[in-house]
C-alpha cells in the first residue's frame, strides 16, 4: 500500500492505493481519495505505510505519534464486501439514505435489534469510516425505513438486473408466513391463522418471491387478516412487469393457487405447480380421476387431454410420522378414560354422562372422533374404535398429489416433484429470517411504511447471509459464529497530537484469516478516520431501574 501523488500543474490529487498480482500481472486498486487531506495528514500517513509492520516503531520517531486499539473491522468489511459482491450496495445508491440503508443490512446480519441497537452498534464499528457516513442517530434510521419502503421497487429491479444470465431459468418459488407482534397499535396488525401457534396476538402476512435457486427478489407485507391467495396477484404483476416475464412457472404451496390464481397465470401465459388438499384428492378418488394403487408406484401420473397433470407419490417416512403421531394421541385419550374411571370409582355421585362428555371432548380436540368413541357401561366408560373409520383415515398417509399445468414435454414428472420440493428452500429463508439468525421479530416499529422497510431490510440481509452460508460450507462454523469471530478484528489507531489519522489493519489470526479466504474477501492495510463519533439521542442510562 502506498500514496499515489500526481501533479497537474494547479492540482494535487493523493490516492491511498494498493498493488496486487492477478493472473501474473500486476494491478493497482484505490483505496481512499485523500486529496481533502492536509500536507500534515499525508506525510503521517506515509510515515504509517513505511512502518506498517512495526507500528511500535513510531513511537521512537516522536512522542507525538502514539496507537491504540480501533474500532471492530473484520465483521464489517465481510458484510459491506458481500453486499458490494451481490449487487446490493450499488443498488442501495451513494445518497445518504442508501448508506444509511447499507449500515442498516450490515447491522442486521452483524447483531440483530431494533435502531436504537444498530446505532450503538455503529459506536463500536467502523460503520461511518468504511461507508463515509456523518454522524446519526436511531431517529435517521427510522426515517431510513421510509426512504426504503418508498424505494423498494426500483431497488429490487436493479437488484435482479444484476443477476448473472445463469439466473433467469424461468422458475419461480413463491410462499407466505405471518409474524406476530407484541403490541396492537401496528397500522398492518389484524387477526388471521397464526403460523406461529400464538393465540390472541395480532399479526402481519408476509409474501417472499424468490427464484429457482431460492434466492430473494422481492418481499411483500400485507394486512394480518389476508388469505394466502390473495396475495399472489402481486407476485404474477411483479414477474409480468418487472422481472422479465417470458416463459415462466411459479411453484406455490397447497392452497396458495387456486381457481381465480390459476386464472390469473393463464392471462400472463404463465405455468403453475402446486399441492392438493387432503378433501380435494379424495374427491378426485371418488370420481375416478385417481386410483389408490397409483401411490404404491414410486412416482405416478395421470395425464388429461383437456385437464391439468397430476403428480402422486407416497412417503414412506411420513406415513410412518402420521401412523406413530395418532397412536400417540390414541394413547392421551385411553389416558383420559383412565383418569375419568379412576374419577368415577373415588366418587359415587360423579356423573357418568360428564366422564363421557370428556373423553369426546378430548377425542373431538385430537381431531379422532371420526373412528375413536367414548362409550358407557355401568359406572365405567370405554373406548371403541371403528376398524372401517380407522382404515379411511390410515389410507392416505403420508400421500400427496401435485397438479401442473406444464405439459410432459416442458417438464417430467420426475422434474416438477423437485420442483416443488425447492419450496423449502423458501421456508428456510423464513426460518432463518425469523428466529434463527436474522430475527424480523421483535418488529419495533408501528407505521406501515417503517414495517415494510423493516422486512426489506431483512430480506437484503437474508441473500448476505445465504451466500455466506454457501462459502462457508466447508468450514465447521455457522454464519452466526464466524460473524462474530470476525468482529473480534480491530483496528490500530494512529494517532499523531492526540488525533487519529489513520486506521491500519493488523494481519488477522489464522482462524479469521481462514473466515476471510472462505468468503473470497481481502482485507485492506488501512481505512480512512473520519472522526465521526455516533451517539444515540435516547441514552440507557436514564432508563435504567436503580436498586
Given at each position: 500500500m502506498y500514496v499515489d501523488e500526481s501533479n497537474s500543474g494547479k492540482y494535487k490529487r493523493f490516492l491511498l492505493r494498493e498493488s496486487y498480482r492477478l493472473d501474473g500481472k500486476v494491478k493497482?486498486?484505490?483505496i481512499a481519495n485523500l486529496s481533502a487531506c492536509s500536507v500534515q495528514e499525508i506525510q503521517a500517513i506515509r510515515l504509517a505505510l513505511k512502518h506498517k509492520d512495526d507500528l511500535t516503531a513510531l513511537l521512537s520517531l516522536s512522542e507525538d505519534v502514539r496507537v491504540r486499539q480501533g474500532l471492530s473491522v473484520g465483521g464489517v468489511w465481510l458484510v459491506y464486501e458481500l453486499a458490494r459482491q451481490l449487487g446490493i450496495a450499488a443498488a442501495l445508491g451513494t445518497s445518504r439514505e442508501g448508506k444509511l440503508g447499507l449500515w442498516q443490512v450490515i447491522a442486521r446480519v452483524i447483531d440483530q435489534g431494533s435502531r436504537l441497537s444498530a446505532v450503538r452498534l455503529a459506536v463500536s464499528h467502523a460503520a461511518c469510516d468504511l461507508l463515509g457516513l456523518e454522524r446519526f442517530?436511531?431517529?435517521?434510521?427510522y426515517t431510513n425505513l421510509d426512504w426504503l419502503d418508498e424505494h423498494q421497487g426500483p431497488i429490487e429491479d436493479r437488484l435482479f438486473r444484476s443477476l448473472p444470465a445463469a439466473a433467469g431459468t424461468g422458475l419461480y418459488l413463491y410462499d407466505v408466513t405471518s409474524s406476530y407482534l407484541e403490541g396492537?397499535?401496528?397500522?398492518?396488525?389484524?387477526?388471521?391463522?397464526?403460523?406461529?401457534?400464538?393465540?390472541?396476538?395480532?399479526?402481519?402476512?408476509?409474501?417472499?418471491?424468490?427464484?429457482?435457486?431460492?434466492?430473494?427478489?422481492?418481499?411483500?407485507?400485507?394486512?394480518?387478516?389476508?388469505?394466502?391467495?390473495?396475495?399472489?396477484?402481486?407476485?404474477i404483476g411483479k414477474v409480468a412487469n418487472r422481472f422479465g416475464g417470458g416463459q415462466v412457472t411459479f411453484v406455490g404451496d397447497r392452497g396458495m393457487i387456486k381457481s381465480q390464481q390459476v386464472e390469473d397465470l393463464a392471462?400472463?401465459?404463465?405455468?403453475?405447480?402446486?399441492?392438493?388438499?387432503?378433501?380435494?384428492?379424495?374427491?378426485?378418488l371418488r370420481a375416478g380421476v385417481l386410483q389408490m394403487s397409483l401411490f404404491d408406484q414410486a412416482l405416478a401420473e395421470v395425464?388429461?387431454?383437456?385437464?391439468?397433470?397430476?403428480?402422486?407419490?407416497?412417503?414412506?417416512?411420513?406415513?410412518?410420522?402420521?401412523?406413530?403421531?395418532?397412536?400417540?394421541?390414541?394413547?392421551?385419550?385411553?389416558?383420559e378414560v383412565d383418569r375419568q374411571n379412576t374419577y368415577l370409582k373415588e366418587h359415587a355421585k360423579a356423573h357418568v354422562a360428564v366422564a363421557v362428555g370428556k373423553g369426546a371432548a378430548r377425542c373431538q380436540r385430537l381431531r379422532l372422533s371420526e373412528w375413536v368413541h367414548v362409550a358407557a357401561g355401568g359406572r365405567e366408560i370405554s373406548l371403541e374404535i371403528d376398524p372401517q373409520a380407522l382404515a379411511e383415515q390410515q389410507k392416505l398417509d403420508g400421500c400427496y398429489v401435485l397438479k401442473t399445468d406444464l405439459s410432459p414435454e416442458l417438464a417430467s414428472a420426475q422434474t416438477v416433484h423437485t420442483r416443488y420440493k425447492d419450496l423449502a428452500l423458501v421456508e428456510w429463508?423464513?426460518?432463518?429470517?425469523?428466529?434463527?439468525?436474522?430475527?424480523?421479530?421483535?418488529?419495533?416499529?408501528?407505521?406501515?411504511?417503517?414495517?415494510?422497510?423493516h422486512a426489506f431490510v431483512v430480506m437484503l440481509a437474508y441473500k448476505i447471509s445465504q451466500e455466506l452460508a454457501h462459502r462457508w460450507r466447508n468450514i465447521d462454523t455457522t454464519v452466526e459464529e464466524g460473524i462474530h469471530e470476525l468482529t473480534t478484528l480491530c483496528a490500530t489507531e494512529l494517532l499523531i497530537n492526540g488525533h487519529?489519522?489513520?486506521?491500519?489493519?493488523?494481519?488477522?489470526?489464522?482462524?479469521?484469516?481462514?473466515?476471510?479466504?472462505a468468503a473470497g474477501v481481502r482485507l485492506p492495510q488501512a481505512l480512512p478516520c473520519k472522526g465521526v463519533h455516533v451517539a444515540t439521542r435516547k441514552k440507557l442510562p436514564g432508563n435504567r431501574i436503580s436498586s
Open positions: 493497482h486498486r484505490t442517530d436511531e431517529d435517521d434510521l396492537v397499535c401496528n397500522e398492518l396488525a389484524a387477526f388471521g391463522y397464526n403460523r406461529d401457534g400464538k393465540k390472541g396476538k395480532r399479526q402481519i402476512v408476509i409474501g417472499l418471491l424468490c427464484d429457482g435457486r431460492g434466492k430473494p427478489l422481492s418481499i411483500e407485507v400485507f394486512q394480518g387478516n389476508t388469505q394466502d391467495a390473495a396475495t399472489l396477484a402481486s407476485q392471462e400472463h401465459g404463465f405455468h403453475y405447480i402446486t399441492a392438493i388438499t387432503k378433501p380435494q384428492i379424495e374427491s378426485l395425464v388429461s387431454d383437456d385437464g391439468p397433470r397430476y403428480i402422486l407419490r407416497r412417503n414412506p417416512i411420513r406415513a410412518a410420522e402420521v401412523a406413530a403421531s395418532r397412536q400417540d394421541k390414541l394413547q392421551v385419550v385411553r389416558a429463508a423464513f426460518r432463518t429470517s425469523k428466529t434463527v439468525e436474522l430475527e424480523m421479530r421483535p418488529i419495533h416499529v408501528r407505521l406501515a411504511s417503517r414495517t415494510r422497510g487519529p489519522q489513520c486506521n491500519c489493519i493488523p494481519q488477522p489470526r489464522p482462524s479469521v484469516q481462514q473466515l476471510l479466504e
